[in-house]
């Protein structure tokens, strides 16, 4: 079974200009997260998807980030402008879902992330 | 909110020689659950083991296994017969049992480092 595909895995960018991120999850997994990791430190939520609805998106900064989730499967988080501050690595994770019953089958399985450089 | 904090930046461990990761969490929940992830170089965090609260028994995972103590909030995670394999970044991780959405709660990390 294939994991959560990422792409790309690098890239490097001018500050202000646009970089969009995308993200394929497991088959059949409900749920999507996107997260930020700064260098050293742990992941932190930007956004989470419940099929195609955005279910928690309080984190994310909604000025110049966006993020999309088209028929619930796909997912393609979005940076215009982007900053030197906005350096980091994006995850991307995925579970098979709210409700599924127990935090076994909720298990969040994560990419291995773009590593975004700002210059 | 809840706070998870791993104040060990780095470990180094012999190979074949066990080594003790620490972790404290502050919460004023009741249930909820305990992840401990492995990041290695290639960024791909891999869950390690997994803890409910409402279970008295640690967990334990082949070489990994985890020492739960509720009360003091802490979930420090154990590695036997540590391998080379088994450096990478760890990260402890918390989530609410309350929260449906399985939002995870991350640590800062620590580096294993292992010596041949």
């Known amino acids: 079974e294939a994991g959560v595909v990422q792409s790309p895995r690098y890239k490097i960018i001018e500050k202000k200009q646009p970089v969009a991120f995308w993200c394929n999850p497991i088959?059949?997994?409900?749920?999507l997260y996107w997260y930020l990791q700064n260098l050293g430190q742990g992941p932190e939520l930007l956004i989470r998807?419940?099929?195609?609805?955005?279910?928690?998106d309080s984190q994310l900064p909604k000025d110049r980030f966006s993020a999309e989730r088209l028929k619930g499967v796909d997912s393609t988080l979005k940076i215009q402008p982007a900053e030197l501050g906005d350096s980091a690595v994006y995850l991307c994770?995925?579970?098979?879902?709210?409700?599924?019953?127990?935090?076994?089958?909720?298990?969040?399985?994560f990419g291995p992330g773009t590593r975004l450089t700002v210059l | 909110a809840q706070t998870v904090t791993q104040s060990q930046p780095e470990m180094s461990v012999q190979e074949a020689e066990t080594v003790t990761l620490s972790c404290t969490y502050d919460?004023?929940?009741?249930?909820?659950?305990l992840f401990w992830y492995k990041q290695p170089p290639s960024r791909q965090m891999i869950l390690v083991i997994r803890?409910?609260?409402?279970?008295?028994q640690n967990a334990t995972e082949n070489r990994f296994s985890v020492n739960f103590q509720k009360a003091a909030k802490s979930f420090s995670l154990k590695i036997s017969d540590s391998q080379l394999g088994d450096a990478a970044m760890y990260f402890c991780?918390?989530?609410?049992?309350?929260?449906?959405?399985?939002?995870?709660?991350f640590g800062a990390g620590t580096q294993v480092v292992v010596t041949p």
């Open positions: 919460t004023s929940e009741s249930d909820y659950y």
């Open positions: 994770a995925s579970s098979l879902g709210a409700g599924t019953g127990t935090v076994v089958t909720d298990t969040q399985y």
């Open positions: 803890q409910e609260a409402y279970k008295q």
């Open positions: 998807y419940e099929n195609e609805e955005a279910v928690d």
């Open positions: 991780a918390y989530r609410s049992a309350g929260d449906s959405w399985g939002k995870l709660q």
């Open positions: 088959s059949g997994h409900n749920t």
